[in-house]
């Protein structure tokens, strides 16, 4: 066996045995996190007074009641728990540091609340909306989303919302299968939510709603069932498929990577023909939706992580926040990040490149000047071996994913990780060690 044919036999093998995992993956963070951590307050100074425009991803972690599948950090403490009044109390002390620190003239772009529910907090929300609003400035920002799921949203409540400065709804619907719902603990009936979708056509007008497929007890048909309801609603749609890797509660009767891939792509051509696009992976928009926020982050761009688990890139760092939320409110300053990676011109560059890479396709002569460097000489091998193994192609000056390559979304990237990083990660025991080995070496020192 020849050197090449060796290469894709281990990689062939080491694709097999991560089968199992998602199609697509939902999340993602690069450098994983663990792999290294750095002294924190000190970077953070100086990186956060170079930013100049900037996103929001905030976190708020409490919702109605527990899904089996979810992943998230959250918790179901009923609206009178003291923990919601203390999460505000430290939340708007974070939210002092960032405000206060930001260098003058710093605009701010986009801003997502994430949960957890964030509707499920009621007025607390629009306060925090509120005060986003006094302490940044948002008056170039074009997009302000929150997450939002059923039984959340009374009449009156989306223009609450948007009269303090929400344009944007993300709408957890996940299947319209009503026996799935109940199985996976979601409390609430199909018209209840069809009735949310027009009212926050009629009041928001830009909302998305999130899918999920391979839930367990749901019929063949399912995903594509849901779609063609929601495609009379909603302009933007999120595909995910269940993960039963990250949800904690055990439903996952996860199918193979390969029936999670037929059904995506099934449910691609259904929204496609009826003229939605394709934005980063499982996003579809058409007229009227946007996911602006989405692109500023696969796009490498600042996000201030605010809010217990949120993850924050500043220019030169990386961030995670203490993800309990009883130790971030206790915390002692009001600095909540418990993890941080600085990174240096190589990360830098292999966070753009894999992200890119795992979202959208990366326009090669961009990179190549953004970054001083050459993919084709530093990856020659890697690229060889993968574009002859069918896993990536290059079109139209984009290096990207081929249909047989997107099912290893989450592991063909991670190899256009740089030396040093794959020497941590093999220490790791990652599963990717054994490929790592054989491409680890960058031909030019150069990146
Ligand atoms: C942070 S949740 C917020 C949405 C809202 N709380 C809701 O559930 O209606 C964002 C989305 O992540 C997805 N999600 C959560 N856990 C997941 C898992 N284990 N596998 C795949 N997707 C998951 C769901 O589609 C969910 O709507
Ligand atoms: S999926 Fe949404 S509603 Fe369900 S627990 Fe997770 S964040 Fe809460």
Redesign the pocket.
Known sequence: MNKNSRLHQKLKDTFNQMEMD?YPC?DWQFPPPGVRTDNPSSIFQQSLSQVNDYSIYLHVPF?LSV?K????SVSAAKEDNPIRQNYLKALTREIEVYANNLPAGAQCESVYI????PTAMGSYLTDIVKLLHERFDLSQCQEFTV????NTLSRSYPKELKVAGVNRV???V?TLEQNVLHDVNRHYDVPSILGDLEMLGDIIGNFNV???YDLPGESEGAILNTLTTLMRYSPGI?L????PI??KQGVGVHETAESAQRKFHTAKQLLTDQGYNQLFQNNFVRSGGSYIHQYRRWDNLPVLGIGPSAQGYLPRLQYTNINNIKQYIDREDNFSIIEQQALDHTLEAARELTTKLRFSGVNVDDFNEKYNTDIFTTFSELIDILIGGNQIEFVDGFLKLTVAGERNNNIIPMMFSPDELTGELCQMKHPLAPVFGEFGKRQSAAY
Do not use: N
Request: net charge negative; glycine share 14%; with cysteine.
């Open positions: 998602f939902f919702c899904c599948f979810c992943y998230y994430g949960g957890g529910t997450e939002s799921s059923p993300s709408y957890g996940q999130d899918t999920m999120t995910y498929a269940l993960d990250r949800e």
